[in-house]
């Protein structure tokens, strides 16, 4: 059983366009976030859940929700779709506290053309 | 806020042979704690070893271990006998005993010669 599983995998789209991107874990982790790797591996958070409670809002566009249904899943949709989103988003969960790393998905991969 | 500094974009190493790649990290927190993750050309992010800034001895995972240097805010990760599947990027990650976020570094592009 995957721990933290990102779809899709890649995303290809046209800019203007909405599109979703779902992550789940079956670890039992209270906190989930969705980090951005741009085209030079920069890693950056953008939101964070615990509990389905917003608890980390980086400065992002307001064309990125998350929306967090319960603690085992935190979705990202994104609208107007712009050729500065291409990058691999990845979805991450951790227990509460410090100590723990993250567990992340395998990303995905979205390309707005 | 927190930042952390990798200074080494690419190492190369020989097969078998030892490397260490760097890290610096900026706090003014007294308990944090500090990763080092692997992203292989599959893109998936590997936890390689975590240390506890309250502890003075250095974690060590099997190949892998981490010179711990508080008081100077460096954390390097050296891998021994390196094998051609430890090629990668390697991140460095900081993470406070607060807050939720972990921040990371700017990656090594660690290469292995066969």
């Known amino acids: 059983d995957t721990a933290v599983s990102q779809t899709p995998k890649y995303l290809v789209t046209q800019m203007g366009n909405d599109k979703s991107i779902k992550c789940e874990q079956n670890?039992?982790?209270?906190?989930m976030y969705w980090y951005k790797q741009d085209s030079k591996k920069f890693l950056k958070i953008m939101f964070s859940?615990?509990?389905?409670?917003?608890?980390i809002n980086e400065t992002v566009p307001n064309r990125f929700s998350p929306k967090s249904p319960d603690k085992a899943h935190l979705n990202l949709h994104i609208n107007s779709l712009e050729l500065g989103d291409s990058a691999v988003y990845f979805c991450?969960?951790?227990?509460?506290?410090?100590?723990?790393?993250?567990?992340f998905g395998s990303g995905t991969r979205l390309t707005v053309v | 806020a927190q930042t952390v500094t990798q200074s080494q974009p690419e190492m190369s190493v020989q097969e078998a042979e030892t490397v260490t790649l760097s890290c610096t990290y900026d706090t003014s927190e007294s308990d944090y704690y500090l990763f080092w993750y692997k992203q292989p050309p599959s893109r998936q992010m590997i936890l390689v070893i975590r240390?506890?800034?309250?502890?003075?001895q250095n974690a060590t995972e099997n190949r892998f271990s981490v010179n711990f240097q508080k008081a100077a805010k460096s954390f390097s990760l050296k891998i021994s006998d390196s094998q051609l599947g430890d090629a990668a990027m390697y991140f460095c990650a900081y993470r406070s005993a607060v807050a939720q976020k972990l921040v990371f570094g700017q990656g090594t592009r660690l290469t292995i010669n066969p």
């Open positions: 670890l039992g982790h209270d906190t």
């Open positions: 240390q506890e800034a309250y502890k003075q």
């Open positions: 991450a969960s951790s227990q509460a506290g410090g100590g723990y790393g993250y567990t």
């Open positions: 859940y615990n509990n389905k409670e917003l608890i």
